[in-house]
């Protein structure tokens, strides 16, 4: 088993948890009827799966953004070659 | 009964599983284990109500803990039971004796934790059906207050010192709820179960079902205590005192002295300590026992 002692937790993730925590104990105060077995482990299960998903469409939204502006940067630091000067283009001698 | 405790404790087991049963105990069934008690017995005890009629148990606590009743659910007799049909169905099964050993300890603990409330448990069942108390807070169950008096009685006794006593165990060994323990030490000791899992989720995911009931107990002791001393606090008045609450009355089933009960509940854990070793080691010598004998 690899040591994973070195490849600390994202603190995103830890950051979810705490988030699935508070809305929890502020659901189940406000109704105490879904501070059950069922609903308290769900709770987490489901905040969890749907911070996961979030994160990974904004990564990806992110990534798609960051090769899209990488395109564009390469297209402007490419030569603008002028229709007219193919000779040039081709390098025929003078 | 006992709240958080029941969800901490299965932690604090995995956390000081000594050398030679490390990679030997699932963690899954040792949840399982402690949770199956209240699965099979609580629903009936709080019952529900349709149409203004209540359907539940008449006597809470002797349905909950007595017999006839099904006291038995918290009786280690039932544990020995199930772990002795398990093994005899899946003996030939890599994992087998994994789960049968975490499964027992599980069980275990939820039956003793469970002898500090007023009515306690059937700790000998069914060679007697004395109830095993220490008496430690009142034992709150009752028809006309269900789950919210008991949530209310327990946390305002020593209940709630024992919830926090033993989250302060699980928070001393705080290692036990990182992703390297559960990568070298519960995955590695029951790779097939969470192998069917992660064929379904992924690793954060995973993560979370296994520290889901840690996340549960801290949530329903924040919780409660918040609804039962800030928003209701003038009808739930502290009893930190043993017995305590004062607002419920006190219920027994049986009144053994307290010496002989945890005698007993001693007795009972190491007799489940040996049977656990026997059943992860199959009897066989270990690496070390052969270096002591071979020395």
Redesign the interface.
């Known amino acids: 088993?690899?040591?994973?002692?070195g490849?600390p937790?994202p603190r995103r993730?830890l950051l979810v948890?705490a988030v699935?925590?508070v809305t929890?104990?502020g659901a189940?105060?406000a109704e105490?009827a879904i501070?059950n077995?069922v609903m308290?482990?769900l709770w987490?299960?489901l905040v969890?799966?749907a911070a996961?998903r979030l994160m990974r469409r904004r990564d990806t939204g992110s990534a798609e953004k960051a090769e899209k502006a990488e395109k564009a940067e390469k297209a402007d630091s490419e030569p603008i070659v002028p229709p007219d000067a193919p000779a040039e283009k081709a390098g025929r001698a003078p | 009964m006992s709240w958080a405790a029941h969800q901490f404790e299965t932690y604090a087991i995995q956390a000081h599983l000594p050398k030679r049963w490390q990679l030997k105990v699932s963690y899954l069934a040792i949840v399982l284990g402690d949770q199956l008690p209240d699965f099979i017995a609580k629903f009936w005890v709080y019952g529900f109500s349709v149409n203004g009629h209540h359907y539940g148990a008449k006597v809470p606590q002797q349905f909950h803990r007595g017999w006839p009743g099904a006291g038995f659910s918290h009786s280690l007799f039932l544990g020995f039971i199930l772990v002795g049909i398990w093994l005899w169905r899946t003996h030939d099964r890599p994992w087998s004796r994994q789960w049968a050993a975490g499964f027992l300890l599980g069980f275990a603990a939820h039956c003793v934790t469970d002898i500090n409330d007023s009515v306690g448990t059937m700790l000998l069942f069914p060679f007697s059906t004395a109830n095993f108390s220490i008496g430690t807070w009142a034992y709150a169950a009752t028809v006309k207050g269900g789950k919210y008096l008991d949530a209310a009685a327990y946390y305002s006794s020593f209940g709630l010192v024992m919830d926090l006593f033993w989250l302060g165990v699980v928070l001393c060994s705080w290692r036990v709820l990182t992703r390297h323990h559960w990568r070298t030490q519960v995955v590695a000791s029951d790779p097939r179960a969470w192998a069917w899992l992660g064929r379904r989720m992924s690793e954060p995911m995973l993560l979370a079902v296994y520290r889901v009931t840690f996340f549960y107990g801290v949530c329903r002791i924040v919780a409660w205590t918040f609804w039962a001393h800030v928003l209701t606090g003038k009808e739930h008045p502290w009893g930190l005192h043993w017995g305590g609450p004062d607002f419920v009355t006190l219920v027994h089933l049986s009144q053994l002295p307290v010496w002989l009960v945890l005698l007993t509940a001693a007795a009972v854990l190491s007799g489940v300590c040996y049977l656990v070793d026997r059943i992860i080691t199959g009897g066989q010598p270990q690496p070390a026992d052969r270096e002591l004998v071979s020395t």
Not at chain 1, 1 to 5: G, I, K, L, V, Y
């Open positions: 088993m690899a040591n994973t002692r490849d937790e993730h948890y699935a925590g929890y104990i189940g105060i105490k501070l077995w308290g482990p987490l299960l969890m799966a996961l």
